[in-house]
């Protein structure tokens, strides 16, 4: 009650099977989002790069990625400040999250 309701972040994850950087990067992602708290609605959209042969020319050399709104946000490595600004720059209000909490349990 008395909040407001915030639309879905939609995060793009380009990856595929046996690969030791997108498990890396599936693993952050995910306590990155689980430390939000719920504040922020996440929708993670997974797409392994040899599904799609498109996607396999595209990212080959750079699984894995995340994408938010069609802007690549970070390849191979997990980025915790370039999500954010990425989720920031769609538009989401994340003033009242509670970052200090989150920065000291997530890391990089």
């Given at each position: 009650m008395?909040?407001?309701?915030?639309?879905t972040v939609e995060i793009i994850f380009y990856t595929r099977q046996d690969c030791r950087l997108?498990?890396?990067?599936?693993?952050?992602l995910n306590a990155f989002i689980a430390n939000?708290?719920?504040q922020i609605a996440v929708d993670v959209l997974m797409?392994?790069?040899?599904?799609h042969s498109q996607w396999y020319k595209r990212y080959?050399?750079?699984?894995?990625v995340l994408v938010v709104n069609d802007e690549e946000v970070c390849h191979y490595?997990?980025?915790?400040?370039?999500?954010?600004?990425?989720?920031?720059g769609a538009g989401r209000c994340l003033d009242d999250?509670?970052?200090s909490?989150?920065?000291n349990q997530a890391g990089n």
């Open positions: 008395g909040q407001s309701r915030l639309n997108c498990d890396d990067m599936e693993s952050k939000l708290g719920g797409r392994d790069i040899d599904d080959r050399e750079y699984v894995p490595f997990f980025d915790r400040d370039e999500l954010m600004d990425a989720i920031k999250l509670p970052m909490e989150y920065e």
